[in-house]
């Protein structure tokens, strides 16, 4: 065994009493500050979550051996989670995906074939579908975890070419609600602030997030907050569960899932009725807002339409461990708190009414002025490491446009158009499908072809059983680009084996609107390719096919660049020069050679590259932080609100009610089920579950029970327990855990296995205005199957 | 007593100084055996007992908690254990697990630490493994 | 519990007499010896007096010469700890609804 510290104690005395006679004792514990070795270290970003940890990849004789922070990163200062840690491990690993495989049919197995047929087969597919259907039967949907280099150049081709909007994203299923958040409350998407407020806060809301697990490298700097200044830091954590994250809290909220509106509001009632709100800030900046025509009223109306949140009101509303003193206490540290930051995530956003929660978070940092000074902001943690940077930024869902531009604004299709060369009017006026109604749509016969690219809906969708039998029909042509067999590349009939990070080059935007770029630092095995080149042959081939020049048009700004840097890099300064000139997302400064010479990377907006190598605009609309709060300045207030939604450059405070999930629990189904990652696992397993620490960590998705439940249904630790919803049933291992509130059953959701896939019985309800999916909230029973079961952990393999 | 706890301090406290600045400098002197530099011989593997593929399937903690109770406390309320950096990020998994773990290991998150160590000793001498504490 | 590093200093010949008698008394541990009559050992005691006891009758060995203190370490916690009676104090002031109990 190792030392013990008294051991430790007995040698520090030996040990210096040798030293002092000159004796040197042996030392039993071998160590060598060996550096794992390594030929050279590439810089770059991780893979994995939304934080963007910066750090480099130890390669020897053309292989990736190693990983390491680095210490300068204002993201991560050097530090990295496990996954950040190990993740090159799969990038040689025996099953990744190394040539390109088709069938006609899917009940044939994969055969493998070129490149040229691959794409050719590609291209043939789409047109035939263009030709028999029409535009709208194609689609794309990518992913957060695409470069967005990637997702730009494929909604470039799909709409200016293909000419559909259909072109959407996972990170629907995971940020829409918090964009609908930001557009709807600031005016303009993503946070004002950025990481660097951590250091400077004194009340921290975390609510809805398990960011301990989900964004562990950020939570460090949280919890390292807390326990260097202790009693002057208050953490409120907000969560129907008791998480790791709830180890830090001062005080925890438990409510009953879907009742954070109503303890949302009833903090804003305690905040103007002891008139802790800031009311020159209210002045300068905000208006008050209801209802679906944004009807401005004033602050009189908006207290009327919180008396029915008052905090003993909303205490009953809410039950769990809430009390009115509690709603008080985190009402009044949060107003009166020197800065107050609120972060959260996916018990946020992914619900029903996932747009008005986000509001009702923005609302207490309007009413009570916490945002644009240091320590003071409401920021929104993104999941993925570019649903920011790609999708958001660069065009990624079906409603917008790159640079933050929207589809149903015509100048600003226009303004498109010309920026890529393309007559007016090839991009249609209204939006795709979004992410649900695209695989209805695949369900529907309405979608005949479509292209999904580094991402796994036949797993993470909600409610996933119809949609995956949607694309497992022959009559819809599916493209599957990625680097493993996954659930999706089941139901595909072109496989194309994808190069990983650092075996391509490209630039990840992360949750604090920090663009980082990751040079190519080692091959692709086999004949894996980057997507941007796989992009720019499918682009020429349907050219062909079509006999349609302007598809060429659209990638010819990219002929004969070398896919490994020269072509991301021209796509890269077309998105920034081109797209992003003089929107609220200005990236010119931000070009391939500033973002390599930078130990982390640029926040936008950095017109300029002066200004980009500063590190970019740390608080955006204060003047003095933020180029363009002086550029669009319209009087001489020191903050600027010019977000592209409100014309009226103010902040809107929302008027909302408290609704409830979609689905509650009833006397069928009278419990709550929620699901969740956990810090070993990344989404769907498919590369975290090939690395042996990881997988051994959690081999298998369990169900979190709450002792008080699991005494009541008879479950002891490990026990099966069925978990049945309206929507199907799966089979897990129970933990019994004081995590979880009494009546709530916690999922966590990575598992690949059948029986355990959770997303299988989750609701698939969407928000009206985001259109993202309530995968937090839904109704079940659940029961005792069995006792404990060796069960095995699950990969999918190919042709199984 | 207090005369020779005085005392023991007295002398202790210059000795302590002495045996501090030596101990950092390593000295070696004929006939004795060499000491704790950084040239030593590398980190120690672990003697895991055997485990089935099946057994292997589990988080360290579950066993960890009821067969090294202290290590887990210790963990468990210091700074990795509140931020969740888990066994095998030191220890690695059973093909090449460390009882000892390299400092190399440490280096990953702790780079800048580790490179501008002033003393020749593995990081956990001073910050107690596990608790780590002490800086 | 005081833990102590302590420099024996005997003759050259005597070393391994007074060693033997050293591995008899309780709470000593022989870390080291070298060819200039040097002992190196760590004292364990329960009490700062019991410590003082065996120091004095260490002294009162007939071939020892001097017995100097090095270091010298007191935490009452330490064993209380190893033994799990106390746990290390958690740095977190925690609500006592919340039992954060995870593997």
Redo the contacts between chains.
């Keep these: 065994?190792?030392?013990?510290?008294r051991d430790?104690i007995k040698r520090s005395a030996a040990?210096?009493?040798a030293?002092?006679v000159?004796?040197?004792?042996?030392?039993t514990?071998?160590?060598?500050?060996?550096?794992?070795d390594a030929d050279t270290w590439v810089r770059g970003t991780c893979r994995l979550c939304g934080v963007g940890c910066r750090l480099e990849m130890g390669v020897r004789n053309g292989r990736p051996v190693?990983?390491?922070?680095?210490?300068k990163a204002r993201t991560n200062y050097?530090?990295?989670?496990?996954k950040g840690?190990l993740f090159y491990k799969i990038m040689q690993h025996p099953e990744r995906l190394k040539v390109p495989l088709y069938r006609a049919r899917k009940d044939q197995p994969f055969r493998e074939i070129s490149w040229d047929e691959a794409l050719d087969i590609a291209a043939k597919e789409f047109a035939d579908a263009v030709r028999k259907y029409g535009n709208d039967s194609t689609a794309y949907y990518g992913s957060g975890q695409c470069l967005t280099e990637e997702t730009y150049l494929f909604q470039k081709v799909m709409r200016g070419g293909l000419k559909t909007n259909n072109v959407e994203g996972n990170p629907r299923l995971c940020m829409a609600s918090a964009v609908g958040g930001y557009l709807t409350s600031f005016g303009a998407d993503e946070p004002i602030g950025g990481y660097a407020n951590v250091e400077r806060s004194y009340c921290m809301f975390i609510i809805g997030s398990n960011m301990?697990?989900a964004h562990?490298v950020f939570?460090?700097r949280v919890?390292?907050q807390k326990?260097d200044n202790p009693d002057k830091v208050k953490i409120i954590n907000a969560d129907p569960r008791i998480s790791?994250t709830s180890?830090?809290a001062d005080m925890h909220m438990q409510f009953r899932p879907g009742t954070d509106l109503a303890l949302m509001n009833a903090m804003a009632y305690v905040i103007i009725d002891e008139e802790l709100y800031d009311q020159k800030f209210i002045d300068d900046y905000a208006v008050f807002r209801v209802g679906k025509d944004a009807k401005q009223v004033d602050l009189a109306s908006f207290k009327a339409d919180l008396e029915e949140y008052s905090p003993e009101k909303a205490a009953k509303i809410c039950g769990g461990n809430i009390t009115a003193d509690d709603i008080r206490t985190a009402a009044r540290w949060f107003a009166t708190s020197q800065g107050t930051l609120s972060m959260w995530c996916m018990g946020i956003n992914q619900r029903k009414q996932g747009v008005w929660a986000n509001n009702l978070i923005h609302n207490l940092h309007i009413l009570t002025g916490q945002l644009c000074k240091p320590g003071a902001d409401s920021l929104s943690l993104t999941g993925q490491p570019n649903a920011c940077g790609g999708v958001r930024e660069g065009g990624g869902l079906c409603h917008i446009l790159p640079g933050h531009r929207v589809v149903a604004n015509e100048k600003q299709r226009n303004q498109v158009e010309d920026a890529w060369g393309i007559p007016h009017g090839r991009i249609p006026p209204k939006p795709g499908y979004h992410t649900m109604a695209m695989f209805e749509a695949v369900n529907e016969k309405k979608i005949r072809a479509i292209w999904i690219n580094c991402t796994s809906p036949a797993q993470s969708l909600p409610n996933v059983t119809p949609y995956r039998k949607g694309m497992q029909s022959d009559d819809v042509f599916i493209v599957c680009s990625d680097i493993f067999p996954t659930k999706t590349t089941e139901c595909a009939n072109l496989i194309l084996p994808t190069a990983f990070h650092f075996e391509k080059t490209g630039v990840y935007g992360c949750t604090e609107r920090r663009s980082q770029i990751t040079p190519k630092a080692v091959d692709a095995p086999g004949e894996a390719m980057p997507e941007v080149w796989m992009v720019r042959e499918w682009a020429l081939r349907l050219a062909k096919e079509l006999n349609d020049p302007v598809i060429k048009q659209c990638v010819a700004p990219f002929m004969d660049k070398e896919p490994d840097y020269e072509l991301p890099k021209a796509i890269w300064d077309e998105y920034t020069q081109k797209l992003t000139k003089g929107r609220d997302n200005d990236l010119r400064g931000a070009t391939y050679e500033v973002l390599e010479s930078m130990d982390d990377g640029v926040q936008w907006p950095a017109p300029t590259k002066e200004f980009a190598l500063t590190g970019g605009t740390v608080m955006k609309f204060v003047r003095g932080s933020d180029p363009m709060a002086e550029t669009e300045a319209k009087d001489d207030k020191p903050y600027q609100f010019y977000g592209p939604a409100h014309p009226d450059r103010k902040l809107w405070i929302w008027s909302r009610p408290y609704v409830g999930a979609g689905e509650e629990p009833d006397a069928d189904y009278p419990l709550y089920l929620s699901t969740g990652r956990i810090?070993?696992h990344w989404h769907t397993t498919s590369m975290t579950g090939r690395i042996?620490?990881l997988?051994?960590?959690?081999?298998y998705s369990y169900v979190e029970i709450n002792p008080k439940d699991a005494a009541r249904m008879g479950v002891r630790p490990n026990d099966m327990v069925e978990i049945e919803t309206r929507r199907g049933k799966v089979e897990m291992p129970a933990k019994v855990v004081e995590g979880p509130m009494e009546g709530m059953l916690f999922a966590y959701w990575h598992d690949m296995d059948e029986d355990r896939m959770i997303n299988k019985v989750v609701n698939d309800a969407y928000d009206p205005g985001s259109k993202e999916p309530e995968f937090k909230i839904c109704a079940c029973r659940a029961r005792r199957i069995s006792g404990p079961k060796?069960l095995k952990?699950y990969i999918t393999r190919l042709n199984e | 007593?207090k005369k020779?706890?005085a005392?023991?301090?007295a002398?202790?406290a210059v000795?302590?100084l002495?045996?501090?600045s030596?101990?950092v400098t390593?000295?070696?002197?004929d006939?004795?055996?060499?000491?704790?530099t950084?040239?030593?011989?590398?980190?120690?593997l672990a003697q895991h007992p055997p485990m089935s593929a099946?057994e292997?399937?589990?988080?360290?903690?579950?066993c960890h908690?009821e067969v090294?109770?202290?290590?887990y406390?210790?963990w468990y309320?210091s700074?990795h254990g509140?931020?969740?950096?888990?066994c095998?990020?030191c220890h690695?998994?059973?093909?090449q697990m460390y009882?000892?773990p390299?400092?190399?290991q440490c280096?990953?998150?702790?780079?800048?630490e580790?490179m501008n160590?002033p003393s020749a000793?593995?990081c956990w001498d001073c910050h107690?493994?596990h608790?780590f504490k002490g800086h | 519990m005081p833990i102590?590093g302590f420099i024996i200093n005997t003759l050259a010949q005597d070393c391994d007499v007074v060693v033997t008698a050293l591995e008899q008394m309780a709470g000593v541990e022989i870390h080291a010896t070298?060819?200039n009559g040097n002992i190196i050992a760590v004292i364990e005691a329960q009490t700062?007096?019991s410590m003082?006891e065996s120091?004095k009758e260490i002294e009162g060995l007939e071939q020892v010469l001097s017995v100097?203190?090095?270091?010298?370490h007191i935490e009452d916690e330490v064993d209380k700890?190893?033994r799990?009676e106390l746990?290390?104090?958690?740095?977190?002031k925690k609500n006592k609804k919340n039992k954060v109990e995870w593997?």
């Design positions: 065994m190792s030392l013990t510290r430790f040990m210096t009493a030293s002092y000159g004796i040197n004792l042996p030392f514990h071998q160590n060598a500050a060996q550096a794992a190693a990983l390491r922070g680095v210490p050097g530090y990295l989670c496990m840690m301990a697990e562990p939570f460090r919890m390292r326990l790791p180890r830090i810090i070993d042996p620490e997988m051994r960590a959690n081999p060796a952990p | 007593m020779i706890c005392a023991i301090l002398v202790g000795v302590l002495v045996a501090c030596s101990a390593g000295g070696k002197k006939g004795a055996q060499s000491g704790p950084s040239e030593s011989a590398g980190p120690i099946q292997k399937l589990r988080p360290c903690v579950e908690k090294t109770p202290e290590i406390t210790q309320n700074r509140i931020d969740i950096v888990k095998y990020q690695g998994t059973y093909e009882k000892v390299p400092v190399s280096a990953i998150c702790h780079a800048g580790t160590n000793q593995p107690l493994e608790t | 102590g070298d060819s700062s007096d003082e120091v100097g203190a090095a270091y010298l700890i190893e799990g746990l290390p104090s958690n740095p977190l593997a």
